[in-house]
């Protein structure tokens, strides 16, 4: 973790709500989801220590206690020195920077001695080249840093050929559009641009303007990319919720397979009940009767046997029956009888 700590010294500075004064601010410039530990000296010994933020006022407050003990509160923690003591704020984001107030509690009214501002940046240029990636819609805070700075400090883009962005003089802020610059004593310029597009990718260089600045620039490259596309994180499923699935899962697969079989057991016992016993049918021509009175006084009859086992019939496949015929009672001839000849 690299962290730069500034004094910048000031006649006064004063908030004329709160009435808070100091003669110097102490600067921290920290990069993005690292830890600060800021110090909090006092010339006498107190117990009632306090860390707050902006204007300091009671909501503002963002850790206080009244012993001598280590005490911690969300990101924020006090250990005590022997006059004063250290705060330490973890995972810094960009929301983190600002300006900061530290003292003792006396009584109902709470009296700062010691200034602090921090500076969340997303990174530091010291000599080598960098590369940040950003989001659209969000912006960039880097740092450079420069053994002497005499002269005027500029921010441009790609080879700065009419690309000035924005430049200042010493010890001064500037803003032109969603580009800034700022210079801290003790050679430190900060760079920052606001709502970010994917056209603001490229190299970018702050450096100085002057007699003796050749080559005195530092580069970094932007990578914008669009929030809206970008993948979301996959959360992986706790073991629990898998269990259960295999679980639930399993169950069904258990319960299609008995109903399947259910089904297949009732359809086979329906067809086994729609089937009958096969009745062997008998079909028999029907007689055939072949008469002719001029020539015969008898009735030729043909019994035709289809072969079945049931048959009275034996022997041949045909048989000749002769019986008597049917004569009227009134008739005057005489009757006729016939012969049977039973194929037995």
């Known amino acids: ?128 080249e960098k590369t940040t990636d950003a989001r659209t819609g969000g912006n960039i805070v880097v740092e450079c840093s420069f053994p002497h ?66 080559d005195r620039n530092q580069r970094f490259r932007l990578n914008v990319t669009d929030a809206l596309t970008t993948s979301p994180k996959t959360t992986e499923q706790p073991e629990t919720t898998k269990a259960v699935i295999l679980y639930v899962s399993l169950t069904l697969v258990v319960l299609v397979i008995v109903s399947s079989l259910s089904v297949l057991v009732f359809c086979r016992k329906r067809i086994c009940k729609a089937k009958k016993p096969h009745v062997e049918t008998q079909h028999a021509s029907a007689p055939e009767a072949e008469d002719d009175p001029s020539q015969h006084a008898y009735t030729e009859i043909k019994f035709v046997s289809v072969g079945s086992s049931h048959s009275g019939f034996h022997g041949d496949a045909e048989c000749v029956i002769y019986s008597v015929p049917r004569v009227e009672a009134s008739s005057d001839e005489p009757p006729l009888y016939s012969t049977v000849n039973d194929p037995q």
Not at 177 to 200: A, K, M, N, W
């Open 1 to 128: 973790m690299m962290v730069h700590l500034l004094f910048i010294f000031c006649s006064a500075l004063q908030d004329g709500s709160t009435g808070l004064v100091s003669d110097q601010l102490t600067l921290y410039s920290v990069t993005e989801g690292a830890d600060v530990r800021v110090e909090c000296s006092f010339p006498s010994y107190k117990k009632n220590w306090f860390f707050c933020k902006d204007k300091c006022k009671q909501e503002d407050i963002l850790i206080e206690t009244t012993d001598a003990k280590a005490f911690q509160s969300g990101r924020y923690s006090i250990d005590h020195k022997p006059k004063g003591f250290f705060v330490t704020i973890t995972q810094l984001t960009k929301s983190d920077s600002g300006k900061y107030g530290c003292g003792s509690a006396a009584s109902s009214s709470r009296n700062s001695s010691t200034f602090i501002e921090i500076i969340v940046v997303d990174a530091k240029l010291v000599g080598a």
């Open 149 to 214: 700075i005499e002269t005027n400090m500029y921010f441009c883009k790609e080879e700065c050929e009419g690309d000035i962005l924005v430049e200042t003089t010493s010890d001064t802020f500037t803003k032109k559009d969603r580009y800034s610059i700022r210079h801290v004593t003790g050679g430190f310029v900060f760079v920052s641009i606001e709502q970010l597009t994917q056209s603001d990718s490229g190299w970018y260089r702050c450096g100085l303007d002057g007699p003796d600045s050749k």
